[in-house]
């Protein structure tokens, strides 16, 4: 086998590009639906710019994934580059990484934390076709000016309810990144999502 002759690049400046990335990510999460762009695509690598660069950038040994989709090429490539082990169910996720959501999605799959220590639950990160152009929602709560606009493709129909149960759960609960191609959008968990136009 001949995997350490193909596995796909990591950073192209490890240092640099995972501190870009992870101050972008946090940024995301602080001002909820602003769109941040995180960095183009890497060569060989099956995901989006901003899904790759934010798995290389915030796991670690002590991070385990969960995948949607259980590619092997994917799952080694990331434990070479960052030491993150795969999560063999959702619960025990720190990150959960959705490529294709139609496939089914439950937000209370993933661990949400506890009433005293909130921060031991998972991010899922969340690609979509678009984080623009959508059903029309505004979004309230913390890091957001009175109300943001958003419009996110591709979500299936019952993931607002899903959220709402989650951000009713506040402190525990689960945050999210949605990411586009090169660009990301946060949602943490207390955010208050209301749908427009009967959406």
Do not use: K, Y
């Not at 934010?54 to 960052?82: G, I, M, N």
């Not at 031991?120 to 979509?128: A, C, D, G, Q, R």
């Not at 949605?178 to 209301?194: I, K, S």
Request: charged share 15%; with cysteine.
């Amino acid at each position: 086998m001949n995997s350490a002759h193909t596995l796909a690049p990591g950073l192209p400046d490890d240092v640099h590009d995972s501190q870009l990335a992870f101050r972008a990510v946090l940024d995301a999460l602080a001002r909820p639906g602003q769109v941040r762009t995180i960095g183009p695509a890497l060569p060989d690598v099956a995901l989006g710019g901003a899904l790759a660069r934010l798995l290389l950038s915030l796991s670690d040994d002590e991070t385990p994934v969960w995948w949607q989709q259980a590619d092997a090429c994917l799952q080694h490539w990331l434990r070479f580059h960052t030491g993150a082990g795969l999560a063999e169910r959702p619960d025990t996720a720190s990150f959960a990484v959705f490529t294709d959501i139609d496939q089914g999605f439950a937000l209370s799959d993933f661990a949400a934390g506890t009433a005293a220590a909130p921060e031991f639950s998972s991010t899922v990160l969340i690609e979509l076709p678009g984080l623009a152009g959508g059903p029309a929602l505004e979004w309230r709560g913390p890091g957001i000016q009175d109300v943001q606009r958003v419009g996110l493709q591709g979500l299936p129909a019952n993931f607002w309810a899903q959220w709402q149960a989650n951000h009713a759960a506040f402190p525990q609960g689960v945050d999210i990144v949605f990411t586009c191609g090169e660009n990301a959008l946060g949602l943490p968990r207390t955010t208050r999502v209301r749908r427009l136009q009967g959406v």
